[in-house]
């Protein structure tokens, strides 16, 4: 199976963080950015990176950027080079576009020239947090950092009927537990059976985990990834 093939343009912490994320999971990534130091940085971790100004046409033409399955768009300083860029990338046909943005004057302008998703990723991080702590049978993973993430998981077999503090989950894996969702029957007031949602946020030592209960964990993603593993 062929590897997708993505290009990531500003190498900013969000930038960087995309396309090492990317590389990770067996992408081919060209990353592209103005400074030297930036790309020296991701150079070993990715497929290529360059420095080059993807303002100019003959640039992103050179670097082959038509073939490319799907090109982020990560400056984050310069609105006017983002909108450039993202104008170059949508007449040389690169089949999908994604624009960090910086405002909503910029996302309005990359959306009409066609960028396929205008994102802006502190908004969309709070967002999906929100989703994963309130919405049912949903089982997420997200980045808080290069170090840390939060992670929503089924409660392992071997921790039913033992408290917080008797699962050891922080000495035995280093991770905190920050919310468990928890869906019990009940009867409406019509008399119906139905399921009710309870989420204890901070649940004490104390608190005991069930079967089908959904743990909100945070930690560092080695430390994470040990939990997932049991």
């Given at each position: 199976?062929?590897?997708r093939q ?17 590389a990770?999971?067996n992408?081919q990534v060209?990353?592209?950015?103005t400074?030297e130091e930036k ?11 360059v420095?080059?100004?993807?303002t100019e046409?003959k ?5 082959g950027i038509?073939?490319?399955d ?5 400056i984050g300083?310069?609105?006017e080079?983002s909108?450039?860029?993202t104008?170059?990338l949508?007449?040389l ?6 624009v960090?943005s910086?405002?909503?004057?910029h996302?309005k302008?990359v959306a009409?020239?066609?960028a ?10 709070a967002?999906k947090?929100?989703e ?12 808080l ?5 939060i992670?929503?998981?089924?409660a ?13 989950i922080?000495?035995?894996?280093k991770?905190d537990?920050?919310a468990i969702?928890?869906?019990s029957p009940t009867?409406?007031?019509?008399g ?28 560092k993603e ?8 049991i």
């Amino acid at each position: 199976m062929k590897k997708r093939q993505f290009a990531v343009i500003g190498l900013g912490t969000f930038g960087s963080s995309v396309a090492r994320e990317l590389a990770s999971k067996n992408a081919q990534v060209l990353a592209i950015d103005t400074v030297e130091e930036k790309v020296k940085d991701i150079t070993p971790y990715i497929t290529q990176a360059v420095v080059a100004d993807a303002t100019e046409e003959k640039v992103l033409r050179s670097l082959g950027i038509s073939d490319i399955d799907c090109a982020i768009v990560a400056i984050g300083q310069s609105m006017e080079s983002s909108i450039m860029i993202t104008l170059l990338l949508k007449e040389l046909g690169v089949k999908s576009i994604i624009v960090k943005s910086v405002s909503d004057l910029h996302s309005k302008i990359v959306a009409k020239l066609g960028a396929d998703r205008v994102i802006f990723p502190e908004y969309e991080m709070a967002k999906k947090l929100a989703e994963s702590l309130v919405s049912p049978n949903i089982l997420e993973e997200i980045e808080l950092s290069q170090e840390f993430n939060i992670v929503e998981m089924v409660a392992p077999k071997n921790f039913w009927g033992k408290s917080i503090r008797e699962s050891e989950i922080r000495a035995n894996f280093k991770v905190d537990v920050i919310a468990i969702k928890r869906h019990s029957p009940t009867i409406t007031d019509e008399g119906q059976s139905d399921i009710k949602e309870e989420i204890a946020i901070a649940p004490g030592g104390e608190f005991e985990i069930r079967e089908n209960d959904i743990m909100v964990l945070v930690g560092k993603e080695t430390d994470l990834d040990h939990l997932k593993e049991i």
